[in-house]
T-cell receptor, first 112, second 111 residues
Framework: GEDVEQSLFLSVREGDSSVINCTYT??????LYWYKQEPGAGLQLLTY?????DMKQDQRLTVLLNKKDKHLSLRIADTQTGDSAIYFC????????????FGAGTRLFVKA | DTAVSQTPKYLVTQMGNDKSIKCEQN?????MYWYKQDSKKFLKIMFS???????INETVPNRFSPKSPDKAHLNLHINSLELGDSAVYFC??????????FGDGTRLSIL
């Protein structure tokens, strides 16, 4: 089946690291993504990883992919109040057309 | 400079009316999408078009009719609007299966 799951809430203190986790069920994914949505705004592509990679680092962001466990994580180092948002995990499947499945989103609250 | 633009940003209308939302992308992408985000922020794909051809149609009521006049445009027409259609509708585009770029959304409220 096609399903992407992530926990709904995460609360951290400013300056700490945040780790947002995601699991997916379909192993035929081509790309896996993290999107950020701030209140009243659209989805901003934060980072993505090819399904044949294990890790990707981009400044404060680190993405880890464990294909065996079908687990994707996003680590945000030195979390700031401006990082408060909803973070969506997503995977793209090639099902004769490219289809992207989104998780329900993790609401990150950063306390000053 | 706007990559994916959709209009209008807000749409307030009465039940039973017919309305359209427009989307344009200037990224040269060949694939465009419509998503619906409900009040709990769940995001679900509705349609996907590749080079003006319908590729994905995800059990959406036939009151919703997408139209792609060219690769850079994907419009969404909704007939006989119902209360349950209230949501934020996002347009997105990509090159094939590569990362999608989203518009800012159209907030549809049905009275």
């Amino acid at each position: 089946g096609e399903d992407v799951e992530q926990s709904l809430f995460l609360s951290v203190r400013e300056g700490d690291s945040s780790v947002i986790n995601c699991t997916y069920t379909d192993s035929s994914s081509t790309y896996l993504y993290w999107y950020k949505q701030e209140p009243g705004a659209g989805l901003q592509l934060l980072t993505y990883i090819f399904s044949n990679m294990d890790m990707k680092q981009d400044q404060r962001l680190t993405v880890l992919l464990n294909k065996k466990d079908k687990h994707l994580s996003l680590r945000i180092a030195d979390t700031q109040t401006g990082d408060s948002a909803i973070y969506f995990c997503a995977e793209t499947l090639n099902t004769g057309g490219f289809k992207t499945i989104f998780g329900a989103g993790t609401r990150l609250f950063v306390k000053a | 400079d706007t990559a994916v633009s959709q209009t209008p940003k807000y749409l307030v209308t009465q039940m039973g009316n017919d309305k359209s939302i427009k989307c344009e992308q200037n990224l040269g992408h060949d694939t465009m999408y419509w998503y619906k985000q409900d009040s709990k922020k769940f995001l679900k794909i509705m349609f996907s078009y590749n080079n003006k051809e319908l590729i994905i149609n995800e059990t959406v009521p036939n009151r919703f009719s997408p139209k792609s006049p060219d690769k850079a445009h994907l419009n969404l027409h909704i007939n006989s609007l119902e209360l349950g259609d209230s949501a934020v509708y996002f347009c997105a585009s990509s090159h094939g299966g590569q990362p999608q770029h989203f518009g800012d959304g159209t907030r549809l409220s049905i009275l």
